[in-house]
């Protein structure tokens, strides 16, 4: 069984600080990378993807790839009460048909 | 914007009903996914399309079927409902392999 493993949380900064989520994979071979947000009752939607090693930004949100440790994490700058919510790390498994593959999600809090 | 459109946000069913759960998406999307949700146990992969009439299973297909005859639709069959699938369902669908997900809003089902 190919797996993505996410700490379930809560995680609990204060507003303004720096929110750090953390995703490990079992499959060496994924090639895509997905962070989704979910607001409670609300489906998931896209925060960033990464499909190489390194950095990528967009405004608040980073996302960090390393496939040699086999491991993504998102990080959220300047964290607001807005952005407390689920966070689902996903991973396309190699093996052809590139099947998206959750893990449990980590809930955030952002407190005031 | 890509709609993904799940026909029921809440249904509630009989032990034993047969049940459809209906998804249309409006962009030509060539794969199409069902998930189900359950608290402490992420999203879990029923089905996938990845073409019309074309399907594979996913982690937990027993005790669903699936039918995709136009590209456009993907439903969801429980053949003979049970107390253990009540969850909410998830709809989604990707242009092409290796791209993220759009989801649709949910069906929370209930089987009584």
């Known amino acids: 069984q190919k797996e993505v493993e996410q700490n379930s949380g809560p995680l609990s900064v204060p507003e303004g600080a720096i929110a750090s989520l953390n995703c490990t994979y079992s499959d060496r071979g994924s090639q895509s990378f997905f962070w989704y947000r979910q607001y409670s009752g609300k489906s998931p939607e896209l925060i960033m993807s990464?499909?190489?090693?390194g950095d990528k930004e967009d405004g608040r949100f980073t996302a960090q790839l390393n496939k040699a440790s086999q491991y993504v994490s998102l990080l959220i700058r300047d964290s607001q009460p807005s952005d407390s919510a689920t966070y689902l790390c996903?991973?396309?498994?190699?093996?052809?048909?590139?099947?998206?593959?959750f893990g449990r999600g980590t809930s955030l809090i952002v407190h005031p | 914007d890509v709609k993904v459109t799940q026909s029921s946000r809440y249904l509630v069913k009989r032990t034993g009903e047969k049940v459809f759960l209906e998804c249309v998406q409006d962009m030509d999307h060539e794969n199409m996914f069902w998930y189900r949700q359950d608290p402490g146990l992420g999203l879990r992969l029923i089905y996938f399309?990845?073409?019309?009439?074309?399907?594979e299973k996913g982690d937990i297909p027993e005790g669903y079927s699936v039918s995709r005859e136009k590209k456009e639709r993907f439903s969801l069959i429980l053949e003979s409902a049970s107390t253990n699938q009540t969850s909410m369902y998830l709809c989604a669908s990707r242009r092409v392999l290796g791209e993220k997900l759009f989801f649709g809003s949910g069906t929370q089902l209930s089987v009584l």
């Open positions: 996903a991973v396309n498994l190699s093996g052809g048909s590139y099947i998206p593959t």
């Open positions: 990464i499909y190489s090693n």
């Open positions: 399309s990845y073409d019309v009439k074309m399907k």
